[in-house]
């Protein structure tokens, strides 16, 4: 059973440039969840996918934006790129189902994103 | 706002230790806590989960509880191991908000 994959394992941008990440939940999960890691901080919370719409987003900018697809992926972009995006960035995914509980997140290996 | 502070920022500790780390958050009415390992660089693997109607969980030689009264959730690591060296993440989970990570706790086992 895969667990959370991401892709890609790094990328180099410059600033001003746009990105895409991805992301593919643990088999069996429905919730997408984007967070930001800067070096030596605790993960931030961007948003979170469920039912192919976001159900809550952190306090980022409309920079960051997302999408989920039928099959439950994640795709997470960043428009206009700043020194200060460069982070870890991570997806962790979940099964919510109907019931809106908040079950066990699974956290995937991370993209490392530097801005130059 | 949920805020999520972790005690002490980094320990250092000889093999064979028992030792705890500490999570303090401000919102009483979380929901859930869950412990995280971090390797540098890498992501996070979940550690142990206590959902709401619990105080506390065990995995091995892994120990957590939750004080939601105190605000309070301790991740407890009996005879630490060199492998047991990483990043320690605790994160709070209130119905309807979203999970607010702490700093972490930088623990290092010497052989």
């Known amino acids: ?116 | 706002k949920q805020e999520v502070t972790q005690i002490p920022a980094a320990l250092s500790v000889p093999e064979g230790e028992n030792l705890v780390l500490n999570c303090s958050f401000t919102d009483s009415a979380i929901y859930n806590l869950q412990w995280f390992r971090q390797d540098p660089g890498k992501g996070l693997t979940s550690l142990l989960l206590i959902q709401s109607s619990q105080r506390e969980q065990t995995s091995g030689r892994l120990n957590a509880s939750l004080d939601k009264s105190s605000g309070r959730s301790t991740l407890y690591i009996a005879a630490s191991q060199p492998g047991d060296s990483a990043t320690y993440l605790c994160a709070g989970f209130r119905y309807g908000q979203n999970f607010v990570f702490g700093p972490g706790t930088r623990l290092s086992v010497l052989p």
């Open chain 1, 1 to 116: 059973d895969a667990g959370v994959t991401q892709s890609p394992t790094h990328l180099i941008k410059t600033r001003g440039q746009q990105v895409t990440l991805r992301c593919s939940p643990k088999s069996g999960h429905d919730t997408v969840s984007w967070y930001q890691q800067a070096l030596g901080q605790g993960p931030q919370f961007i948003f979170q996918y469920y039912e192919e719409e976001e159900r809550q987003r952190g306090n980022f900018p409309d920079r960051f934006s997302g999408h989920q697809f039928p099959n439950y992926s994640s795709e997470l972009n960043v428009n206009a790129l700043l020194l200060g995006d460069s982070a870890l960035y991570l997806c962790a995914s979940s099964l919510i189902g109907g019931t809106f509980s908040y079950n066990e997140q699974f956290f995937g290996p991370g993209t490392r994103l530097t801005v130059l």
